[in-house]
């Protein structure tokens, strides 16, 4: 976005202030509108683009700190206050309820236009957050009112002829309701549809009209994940979420054994970490857990090639084949299962 496509609110009473700091702001390219009082600026028509307000203190009639409070609760673009009057307290006051910056005349150039650039990109992110939101909530009200019944039961985890039990229809037509929400949703994965229902602030509840009442969830295997990379981390999550796992996230393998190993059905770790590396996390988790399939990863090749002649652990290379993790998974849990039947 250029320049001349956001907008500066100026609410100054000294004259000369609102023209020297148009001109600047003109020069930067960036147009500006200017107010002698918080009255005009609150009753003015205001374009709708990304923006800021440069806001003073001292105002004619009312305070830019009272101003800052009563227009929190409505839709305002973000606040640097520009002040020849001001103290530590007044600044407190207005960087906790939220402004950007708090500068006090006179002011550099520069530390003005570092503040209007912080405030325009705040505008801007929680333009573009509202729009997705306004977004997600015109999918959802486009569901037909039974299938705003089934989301819920969706993204409690039932399964399909539990959900259809739910609602006393058949499982096909639960199935066709299913489809179509995550259709309509434009969800790409159970997990993406997880996060749109919490954007939405969708209950995860079932209800309890159909006589199933004791009904158990189904049990989801639990798949912890250990590695210092957030991407990777979230792209494992959604990779697991929508194969049905629920997935468990730790930067590293001292927090993972702060958070107890019980009900976990499987590990997934990287080798190299700072800290504990995946060896050692993998040799205290088999000591505490014997039967706990472990997997490594690793983006060096060689240590996977030697790890799959010399050792029986199960190595995957960075990048990993999806499909293939998620079919070596399934057989260890599988294996797993049926050695703890036949001990029983």
Known sequence: ?????????????????????????????????????????????????????????????????????????????????????????????????????????????????????????????????????????????????????????????????????????????????????????KAGSFADLVRIAERLKIPITHARKTGVKSMALPHRQVVAIVDDDPRLLESLEDLLESAGYSARSFSSGRSLLSAGLPGLDALITDIGMPGMDGFELRDLVKRKEPSLPVFLMTGRHEIADQLSVHDRTCCFRKPFDAQVLLATLAAALSDRDMEGSDEA
């Open 1 to 185: 976005m250029t320049n001349d496509e956001y907008t500066v609110f100026i609410v100054d009473d000294d004259n000369r202030i609102r023209e020297a700091l148009c001109e600047l702001l003109a020069s930067h390219g960036i147009q500006s509108i200017a107010f002698g009082s918080a009255g005009d600026y609150v009753n003015s028509e205001k374009p709708d683009t990304p923006a800021c307000l440069l806001l003073d203190i001292e105002l004619p009639d009312i305070n830019g700190l009272d101003l800052q409070s009563e227009i929190a609760t409505g839709e305002h673009p973000p606040i640097v206050f520009i002040t020849g009057h001001g103290d530590i307290r007044s600044s407190v006051r207005a960087i906790k309820d939220g402004a950007v910056d708090f500068l006090t005349k006179p002011f550099t150039d520069a530390d003005l236009m570092a503040a209007i650039h912080t405030a325009i990109a705040q505008d801007e992110k929680r333009r573009a957050e509202r729009a997705e939101f306004a977004k997600l909530r015109r999918r959802y009200l486009d569901l037909t009112p039974r299938e705003r019944e089934v989301l819920p039961l969706v993204i409690s985890g039932l399964l399909n002829k539990q959900a259809a039990a739910e609602l006393g229809i058949s499982e096909v037509t639960l199935q066709i309701h299913r489809r179509n929400v995550m259709q309509k949703m």
